[in-house]
T-cell receptor, first 112, second 110 residues
Framework: EAQVTQNPRYLITVTGKKLTVTCSQN?????MSWYRQDPGLGLRQIYY???????DKGDVPEGYKVSRKEKRNFPLILESPSPNQTSLYFC???????????FGPGTRLLVL | SQQGEEDPQALSIQEGENATMNCSYK?????LQWYRQNSGRGLVHLIL?????REKHSGRLRVTLDTSKKSSSLLITASRAADTASYFC??????????FGQGTELSVKP
C-alpha cells in the first residue's frame, strides 16, 4: 500500500531533550516536506527536500533540522525543543514539488 | 511569501445544500490544489488545477481558477454530513515551497 508513515504518532517531552520524528514513504517520491499545524495558522512548511541530499528551508525552519540521506526517509530533528514547538506535525511526499502531496497521519508533539 | 487565504473561515450548512469556499493568493502560480482534513488527521488531496485551466470537476466537486483575480473556488454540491471537514488550498511558489492557507471549516448538519 502506497503510504507515508510517521513515528511516533504522539510524543510528550521536556524542554531541551533532543528528539527525532521519522518520516518514510514507499512511493519513490522525489519531493518530501515537513509542516506544522497550529490553530488559526493553518499549515506552515518547515523544510522541504527536492531530492536526496538536497534540503531547503520553508517558512518556519528555526529550531528544526532535517536530513535526506535516502530517497524514502526524511527525518525531522529538534535539537533542543522548546514549548513553542508544541504542535501537530505532518510529513508529506510527492513525485514533483508542484504535484499532489501525500500526507502522513501526523505527529502530536507536546513540549513541557 | 505568498499565501493562500481561504474564505470563509467557517461555514455551516444543511445536508443537501451546496458549499462554496474561496481561496486567494498573491503571486503567480503553476498549480493550485485543494485538500481536505478530517479532524486532526492527515490531509487528503482533492483536486489539482493548473494555471492554464479554468475549471475542473471531480464527482461532486467543482474547482474554478481565475488567474487574473488570483483566486480559486471549491464548490461541493449536494453536501453530506461526511463532507464535514476543514478544506485547504495550496499554491506553489517559484522555488520549491508549497503555501497552504488557514483553511475553511465546513460543518454539514444532517
Amino acid at each position: 500500500e502506497a503510504q507515508v508513515t510517521q513515528n511516533p504518532r504522539y510524543l510528550i517531552t521536556v524542554t531541551g531533550k533532543k528528539l527525532t520524528v521519522t518520516c518514510s514513504q514507499n512511493m519513490n517520491h522525489e519531493y518530501m516536506s515537513w509542516y506544522r499545524q497550529d490553530p488559526g495558522l493553518g499549515l506552515r512548511q518547515i523544510y522541504y527536500s527536492m531530492n536526496v541530499e538536497v534540503t531547503d528551508k520553508g517558512d518556519v525552519p528555526e529550531g528544526y533540522k532535517v536530513s535526506r540521506k535516502e530517497k524514502r526517509n526524511f527525518p525531522l530533528i529538534l535539537e533542543s525543543p522548546s514549548p513553542n514547538q508544541t504542535s501537530l506535525y505532518f510529513c508529506a511526499s510527492s513525485q514533483g514539488w508542484r504535484e499532489t502531496q501525500y500526507f502522513g497521519p501526523g505527529t502530536r508533539l507536546l513540549v513541557l | 511569501s505568498q499565501q493562500g487565504e481561504e474564505d470563509p473561515q467557517a461555514l455551516s450548512i444543511q445536508e443537501g445544500e451546496n458549499a462554496t469556499m474561496n481561496c486567494s493568493y498573491k503571486t503567480s502560480i503553476n498549480n493550485l490544489q485543494w485538500y481536505r482534513q478530517n479532524s486532526g488527521r492527515g490531509l487528503v488531496h482533492l483536486i489539482l488545477i493548473r494555471s492554464n485551466e479554468r475549471e475542473k470537476h471531480s464527482g461532486r466537486l467543482r474547482v474554478t481558477l481565475d488567474t487574473s483575480k488570483k483566486s480559486s473556488s471549491l464548490l461541493i454540491t449536494a453536501s453530506r454530513a461526511a463532507d464535514t471537514a476543514s478544506y485547504f488550498c495550496a499554491t506553489d511558489d517559484q522555488g520549491g515551497k508549497l503555501i497552504f492557507g488557514q483553511g475553511t471549516e465546513l460543518s454539514v448538519k444532517p
